[in-house]
């Protein structure tokens, strides 16, 4: 029952901008980490930014310095500010979220299901 939508994909020409949202919803007791993953076809699926609840983050190798996530936890969302895009960012992104559903449920991740990001002049 819980949902993961993605939404701020498009078409960025190189150098520009994008803002990815994330909201979760449905059967929520509690959001733990939430972050976002990329893959093109031929490739794994990778991680491009990762956020707990206390704050601390984690940004994959090729997007440090360039990317930013944040989040609003009054409204379960997880952002994904995206700068000085490259062509080889080009990738579907993914939400992930580890979620509780109840006070008797163990912690599980879900996926949203992918928001296309295209940088190309």
């Known amino acids: 029952q819980v949902q993961l939508v993605e939404s701020g994909g498009g078409l960025v020409q190189p150098g520009g901008s994008l803002r990815l949202s994330c909201a979760a919803s449905?059967?929520?007791?509690?959001?733990?980490?939430m972050g976002w993953y990329r893959q093109t076809p031929g490739k794994q699926r990778e991680l491009v930014a990762a956020l707990t609840s206390g704050g601390s983050t984690n940004y994959g190798d090729s997007v440090k310095g360039r990317f930013t996530i944040s989040r609003d936890n009054a409204k379960n969302t997880v952002y994904l500010q995206m700068n000085s895009l490259k062509p080889e960012d080009t990738a579907v992104y993914y939400c992930?979220?580890?979620?509780?559903?109840?006070?008797?449920?163990?912690?599980?991740?879900?996926w949203g299901k992918g928001t296309l990001v295209t940088v190309s002049s």
């Open positions: 449905g059967s929520i007791f509690s959001i733990y980490g």
């Open positions: 992930n979220a580890e979620i509780s559903r109840s006070i008797r449920d163990d912690v599980m991740n879900y």
